[in-house]
């Protein structure tokens, strides 16, 4: 038998496709995968250029090749490296005060040898013409613009940090151990270390991050890192370039993954749509491959025929989704540029390609399927109408599909735990709602006994193929209940959380208070607030060990227990249980018999921390405070609320058990708007405490949290643009049985009002359906939230009764679009054809 050449096949390929391209399958085959790639490469470009920027400053982040970082300062031996260059910062925070006003700011310390990597850049005056190189003097003071915006300064006026005067000669615009600014709520003022001591801030326990900078060869660097791991304080860690990204990597490594699910929810309902939209180009094309076997050609190259057209189609959709990809990602860098690295690197073309593997590997795991059948089409079908393909066995089609979604999830680099248990849970909840749903509509078929004649078209249509309607209802609710969500964590939330605190709660709060002002401090403040909260006693210091084994043992990653065992803890002591603290296990030592001086001291323990590390009444825990090893029992759990802006505490300690340590208080106050003036003055009489004003806080939580959720609605519109895809492609797929339907009532005498007026019912009860499972979803998700993450009242949210109505609108909008061929073909044509 003669076989067609490759070259003229490929040909007859072409022909064909162009043909061909006006069909709606096509269309919808081709935006489906073209959104497919869009996401994917959006969300690629985003990952790939971001970790880029991080891995290429690096160093740079750190402002030196190895830092030691604790909240005291390094002994004198930790400090004997002479073959690497050292530079010297301590970090706090403090209120910066003028004649005028305050400002809580964030105040770093530097030496004369800092940065060891990088430069610091400073300009003349405010968003004037940046210079690099240089560092303050002493007596000078480098501030951020803000800071002289906040406080009406300008470049030559003084400023007191604590007890010390200083003159701003420069504005702050850049400093290379600071990555990004998502955790800078506050204000920069930088000042130089030979200041410090003069400030009297610094005080025993007051809140200090030290920091050692070494730089040098690496060799030598490595050498240091490892002489240095084997004597660190419990209180002490060391960076390098390894750890230099955890400032804003851990902040946005959550967005990032956030967006790679958010595209992977993309990628399969336009993985639903391809295989929805192949199935029906298969099936209209079972006449033509019949009859090109007729005409001589093999089943192989029939089936290299379709792969052809198929290659050439999702090639071309993979090409323009992966420009579009790297147009989006612009856009949502724009979006987050508050958040990031001011330099990116420009990604490469890796992130394109892969976005473009990824639409080829959903092509041939949803498309290849339907297509097989092509070709076992028996040539008899030419005069036979009825004959159809050998069905593909059904275990190879959803073999496959799966097989490209495990592609496209290691693609994607998710944490497959999560991504399964999200892919589960979405099945059980599909297959409920879906349940129900189709129960539903079995109930609609008693309604359309009595039913006029358009409801009952239209309802006939849904009951004719009720499993696709649920399905197109459910991806629709999905869509709907993911906007939903996002309006309601965006605004909602935090002002129900406003609400929840009453009146005069704590707006102020003070930190760093010094012993010997105690007295003089609750004087002063009972003269100017009549709510404020007792002045707790503060203490640093770590959890090592857990009934004599260490604390590494019991914690697991990502848990409260993990993030309060890797960082110095405020402990406090009290004879009294504060307010909004309940005991839910042991008893509080005030009820109690006084302790015997031989006796180990008691501990209160807030209940979610002891869940976390596995605590209970009666174990023993060991803290390392400022060097010395404290052995205290656990005799209380206590569920705390810590929404009331009161001070609250992890670790309560018994009266007395470390009265010997050096101790600074905090405490919290409400001060009526307008009174500013107390502030400044309570301010200037007490230089060492930090003022901490909650509102100016919210605000700027308010403003980044705005910021990613606008970043995430941008995502979502991806989501929602494949899932228009699934209901066009669901259109097309039932759209020759509507045609010849509309062919045959018009032939039989009915107006084209009335098939219109069927679809709108059809696809607003559709959309309705939708909306409704996405309201209920929502109040669900919200209480759930509401109740368990964030303890907050939960109440219904009335105006999500607008979803059914929105999805009324907009999937019939959609659906009277997409079918407007039934009700403009010519009846006497189709019948002819049929």
């Not at 009825?386 to 599909?401: E, F, H, I, K, N």
């Not at 403040?525 to 590494?552: E, F, M, Q, W």
């Not at 060991?622 to 656990?634: C, L, P, W, Y």
């Not at 084209?752 to 669900?780: C, D, H, N, P, Y």
Request: glycine content about 8%; charged content about 15%.
């Amino acid at each position: 038998m003669t076989r067609l050449p490759l070259p003229r096949l490929f040909s007859l390929a072409l022909r064909q496709l162009l043909r061909d391209a006006r069909s709606g399958e096509l269309r919808v085959l081709f935006f489906a995968l073209l959104v497919a790639v869009t996401a994917s490469t959006a969300i690629g470009y985003f990952g790939a250029r971001l970790n880029g920027a991080m891995l290429l400053r690096a160093t740079e982040f750190l402002g030196a090749d190895l830092v030691l970082q604790g909240s005291s300062a390094a002994r004198p031996e930790q400090l004997q490296a002479p073959t690497l260059a050292h530079a010297r910062v301590a970090e706090f925070t403090s209120v910066i005060a003028t004649d005028t006003g305050i400002q809580l700011s964030s105040i770093k310390a530097v030496d004369n040898q800092y940065p060891l990597r990088g430069e610091l850049k400073s300009a003349a005056q405010p968003y004037g013409v940046e210079t690099a190189g240089n560092r303050p003097t002493p007596g000078e003071a480098w501030v951020e613009p803000r800071l002289l915006a906040a406080l009406n300064l300008k470049i030559g006026d003084s400023i007191d940090v604590g007890q010390k005067t200083l003159r701003l000669s420069r504005v702050l615009t850049y400093e290379p151990d600071r990555a990004g600014n998502f955790y800078s709520l506050t204000p920069r003022v930088m000042i130089n270390l030979d200041d410090l001591p003069a400030t009297g801030i610094i005080q025993p326990g007051s809140r200090v991050t030290y920091r050692e900078l070494w730089s040098g060869q690496a060799e030598s660097v490595a050498a240091w890192r490892q002489a240095l791991s084997e004597h660190l304080d419990p209180n002490q860690r060391l960076l390098d370039s390894r750890d230099s990204n955890q400032q804003i990597g851990g902040a946005l490594g959550k967005a990032e993954r956030y967006l790679n699910m958010a595209s992977l929810v993309a990628v399969l309902l336009a993985g639903v749509a391809v295989a929805l939209s192949a199935s029906r180009y298969a099936m209209r094309r079972f006449d033509a491959s019949a009859l090109l076997r007729c005409l001589g050609l093999s089943r192989r190259e029939v089936m290299l025929l379709f792969c052809i057209q198929l290659a050439v189609l999702g090639g071309l959709a993979c090409v323009a989704g992966a420009l579009l990809g790297w147009v989006a990602q612009l856009g949502l860098f724009a979006l987050l540029q508050g958040l990031l690295p001011g330099t990116l690197p420009a990604g490469g073309a890796l992130p394109a390609l892969a976005g473009i593997a990824t639409g080829l590997v959903a092509l041939a795991g949803f498309a290849l399927p339907p297509l097989a059948g092509l070709g076992r089409v028996p040539p008899l079908r030419v005069l036979r109408r009825d004959m159809l393909p050998v069905a593909t066995s059904t275990w190879a089609t959803y073999g496959v599909a799966l097989l490209a979604l495990g592609l496209i999830m290691w693609r994607l680099s998710l944490d497959l735990l999560l991504t399964f248990a999200l892919l589960g849970g979405g099945l059980i909840a599909a297959l409920v709602l879906g349940g129900l749903l189709l129960l539903g509509l079995q109930s609609l078929r008693r309604m359309l006994v009595d039913a006029p004649l358009p409801w009952r078209l239209g309802l006939g249509q849904l009951l004719r193929h009720p499993l696709a309607a649920a399905g197109q209802a459910l991806a629709f609710g999905l869509i709907l209940l993911s906007m939903a969500l996002i309006a309601l964590l965006r605004g909602e939330l935090l002002d129900t959380w406003q609400n929840q605190l009453p009146k005069d709660a704590p707006n102020y709060f003070v930190l760093n208070i010094l012993p010997a002002e105690k007295q003089a401090f609750a004087d002063h403040l009972r003269d100017i607030s009549a709510h404020a909260a007792p002045l707790y006693p503060i203490v640093p210091g770590r959890l090592t060990t857990i009934n004599g084994k260490p604390v590494a043992e019991f914690v697991t990653a990502d848990s409260r227990g993990e993030n309060a065992t890797q960082r110095d803890l405020s402990l406090t002591w009290s004879a009294d249980l504060p307010s909004g603290n309940r005991i839910t296990a042991g008893q509080w030592w005030s009820t109690t018999t006084a302790a015997n001086a031989s006796d180990v001291p008691g501990v209160s323990v807030e209940a979610k921390l002891a869940d976390s590390l596995k605590l209970k009444v009666g174990d023993t825990l060991t803290f390392n405070v400022a060097g010395m090893i404290r052995d205290v029992k656990v005799t209380s759990l206590r569920d705390v609320s810590w929404d009331n802006f009161q001070p609250n505490f992890f670790m309560i300690f018994q009266p007395g058990t470390l009265k010997d340590l050096p101790t600074t208080y905090l405490t919290s106050f409400y001060l009526a708007p307008g009174h500013d003036q107390q502030i400044v003055e309570l301010a200037r009489a007490f230089p060492a405490a930090t003022l901490l004003q909650v509102e100016a806080l919210l605000e700027q939580l308010r403003s980044i949290l705005a910021q990613v959720t606008l970043a995430v609605e941008y995502v979502l519109l991806f989501v929602l643009a494949a899932g228009m895809t699934v209901l066009f492609s669901g259109l097309q797929a039932t759209l020759d049985e509507r045609i010849r339907q509309g062919a045959l009532l018009r032939a039989l005498g009915a107006e084209r009002r009335l098939l219109v007026k069927a679809r709108r019912i059809e696809f607003g009860l559709l959309g309705a359906a939708s909306g409704l499972l996405a309201a209920l979803g929502t109040e669900l998700i919200s209480w759930v939230l509401y109740r368990f993450a964030f303890h907050l009242q939960w109440s219904p949210h009335p105006w999500l009764l607008v979803l059914p109505l929105i999805g009324a609108l907009l999937i019939g909008g959609a659906g009277i679009f997409g079918t407007r061929r039934a009700l403009n073909a010519s009846p006497l044509t189709v019948l002819r054809e049929g």
